[in-house]
T-cell receptor
Framework: DGGITQSPKYLFRKEGQNVTLSCEQN?????MYWYRQDPGQGLRLIYY???????QKGDIAEGYSVSREKKESFPLTVTSAQKNPTAFYLC?????????????FGSGTQLSVL | SQQGEEDPQALSIQEGENATMNCSYK?????LQWYRQNSGRGLVHLIL?????REKHSGRLRVTLDTSKKSSSLLITASRAADTASYFC????????????FGTGTQLKVEL
């Protein structure tokens, strides 16, 4: 099956700990995105990548880091600098970053603080 | 924020009825998209309407776009219990490439 795989489904973070959320796609898409979803607030863009070895900050990048070493992988690290990390994290991809492209989403990772 | 706003926040209807959700946004757009999200799951793309289009259909879905009012509506006809989900509009702002800005969503509940 083609699609986007996020893991783990649930993740718990201790105080001061960095955690990494995995996102893998086999759709051969150029662009990948990370969104954060809080209850009642919709989705907010954290980081996006248009091509391998390149990425840009979204609207709420502080406390997060990403890498794009392979086309199919776009992991997100939630660092200890992110003071309110509890949220539902969604990874998405699109064929390109041109206009009029639809996004394909993974099934999400729920991150909670212990 | 350039975030779109959906209205209503929550909607409860009976199976077979039509459901209408509205979305308003603030600046000029290249396109507007609607997505569906089942509880605890990822979003699924429903339909994309470009800024030069006024209406689009896909199965039981009908989307309209009024760029002069900066608003869009999603109509689901003959609703089913399986349509129960949250629905989000997302806008690609002019000059923003394919970065999408999502609204806060409408929670639709379709009762038997």
């Amino acid at each position: 099956d083609g699609g986007i795989t996020q893991s783990p489904k649930y993740l718990f973070r201790k105080e001061g700990q960095n955690v990494t959320l995995s996102c893998e796609q086999n759709l051969n898409h150029d662009a990948m995105y990370w969104y954060r979803q809080d209850p009642g607030q919709g989705l907010r863009l954290i980081y996006y990548s248009q091509i391998v070895n390149d990425f840009q900050k979204g609207d709420i990048a502080e406390g997060y880091s990403v890498s794009r070493e392979k086309k199919e992988s776009f992991p997100l690290t939630v660092t200890s600098a992110q003071k309110n990390p509890t949220a539902f994290y969604l990874c998405a991809s699109s064929i390109q970053t041109g206009v009029n492209e639809k996004l394909f989403f993974g099934s999400g990772t729920q991150l909670s603080v212990l | 924020s350039q975030q779109g706003e959906e209205d209503p926040q929550a909607l409860s209807i009976q199976e077979g009825e039509n459901a209408t959700m509205n979305c308003s946004y603030k600046t000029s757009i290249n396109n507007l998209q609607w997505y569906r999200q089942n509880s605890g799951r990822g979003l699924v793309h429903l339909i994309l309407i470009r800024s030069n289009e006024r209406e689009k259909h896909s199965g039981r879905l009908r989307v309209t776009l009024d760029t002069s009012k900066k608003s869009s509506s999603l109509l689901i006809t003959a609703s089913r219990a399986a349509d129960t989900a949250s629905y989000f509009c997302a806008t690609a702002f002019t000059g923003g490439g394919n970065k999408l800005t999502f609204g806060t969503g409408t929670q639709l509940k379709v009762e038997l």
